[in-house]
Antibody
Framework: QVQLQESGPGLVKPSETLSLTCTISADSFTNYYWSWIRQPPGKGLEWIGYIYYSGSTNYNPSLKSRVTISLDTSKNQFSLKLSSVTAADTAFYYC????????????WGQGTLVTVSS | QSVLTQPPSASGTPGQRVTISCSGSSSNIGSNYVYWYQQLPGTAPKLLICRNNQRPSGVPDRFSGSKSGTSASLAISGLRSEDEAAYYCAAWDDNLSGQVVFGGGTKLTVL
C-alpha cells in the first residue's frame, strides 16, 4: 500500500516562497512520476508538475517560471517550491503518484491548505 | 477556463443512470488516455476510471468510461446517494512540453 503525506506551512506571505514536502510510504520511487496538483477552495483541479524518479521534471507552462520540484530518495520525500506567491496561489495542495506520466494519478495525499495572506 | 470541458452540474435519482461528458481536442483526448476522478466532499480525488475505460481495483462496475474522438463520457448506473460528489476528467496534453489537463469538474447531486 502506498501512502503520501503533505507537510509544510499553512500560511505564506505574498511575494514569498511556498514550500511543501510530500513523504512517501512505499517500497520504491522507481518508474513513477511524483506529482503536485492544487485546488483553490471551491474550484477545480490544476496540475502543477511532476518529477520522475531519475530527477527529470515537467511543469505546467503557466507556473513554470515559479515552480521547482525536487526529490530526496534518501528521505523518501519530494518537494514543491512556488516562488513569488499571491492570493491566487491560495489552494489545497495535493501530492500524488502518476503511474504513466499521462495523468494516471493512482495514489494521493490527503492535501494541505496553503493560504497566501499578510 | 479549463482545457477540458465538462458540464458544471448533473443530477439523478437513486437507481437512475447518469452520464457526464468531457470534451477536449486532438492534442489531449484525441491522442491520449482519459482518466476520471471522483472527489467526495472534503477529501482528496480518487482515481475512478483509467485508460479510457478501465476500473482500478475496488471501483464498482456501476462506473464505466468511454471515449470517442475528442470526447469522453463517464456513466454511473444504479445511482446511489454515496455517488454524490464532484467528478473530474483528465488527460495528457501534447502541446508545448506536455502537461496533465483537467476538466472543470461536474458536481453530481443525487436527488
Amino acid at each position: 500500500q502506498v501512502q503520501l503525506q503533505e507537510s509544510g506551512p499553512g500560511l505564506v506571505k505574498p511575494s514569498e516562497t511556498l514550500s511543501l514536502t510530500c513523504t512517501i510510504s512505499a517500497d520504491s520511487f522507481t518508474n513513477y512520476y511524483w506529482s503536485w496538483i492544487r485546488q483553490p477552495p471551491g474550484k477545480g483541479l490544476e496540475w502543477i508538475g511532476y518529477i520522475y524518479y531519475s530527477g527529470s521534471t515537467n511543469y505546467n507552462p503557466s507556473l513554470k517560471s515559479r515552480v521547482t520540484i525536487s526529490l530526496d530518495t534518501s528521505k523518501n520525500q519530494f518537494s514543491l517550491k512556488l516562488s513569488s506567491v499571491t492570493a491566487a496561489d491560495t489552494a489545497f495542495y495535493y501530492c500524488a503518484r502518476d503511474k504513466l506520466k499521462l495523468g494516471e494519478l493512482d495514489y494521493w495525499g490527503q492535501g494541505t491548505l496553503v493560504t497566501v495572506s499578510s | 477556463q479549463s482545457v477540458l470541458t465538462q458540464p458544471p452540474s448533473a443530477s439523478g435519482t437513486p437507481g437512475q443512470r447518469v452520464t457526464i461528458s468531457c470534451s477536449g481536442s486532438s492534442s489531449n483526448i484525441g491522442s491520449n488516455y482519459v482518466y476520471w476522478y471522483q472527489q467526495l466532499p472534503g477529501t482528496a480525488p480518487k482515481l475512478l476510471i483509467c485508460r479510457n475505460n478501465q476500473r482500478p481495483s475496488g471501483v464498482p462496475d456501476r462506473f464505466s468510461g468511454s471515449k470517442s474522438g475528442t470526447s469522453a463520457s463517464l456513466a454511473i448506473s444504479g445511482l446511489r446517494s454515496e455517488d454524490e460528489a464532484a467528478y473530474y476528467c483528465a488527460a495528457w496534453d501534447d502541446n508545448l512540453s506536455g502537461q496533465v489537463v483537467f476538466g472543470g469538474g461536474t458536481k453530481l447531486t443525487v436527488l
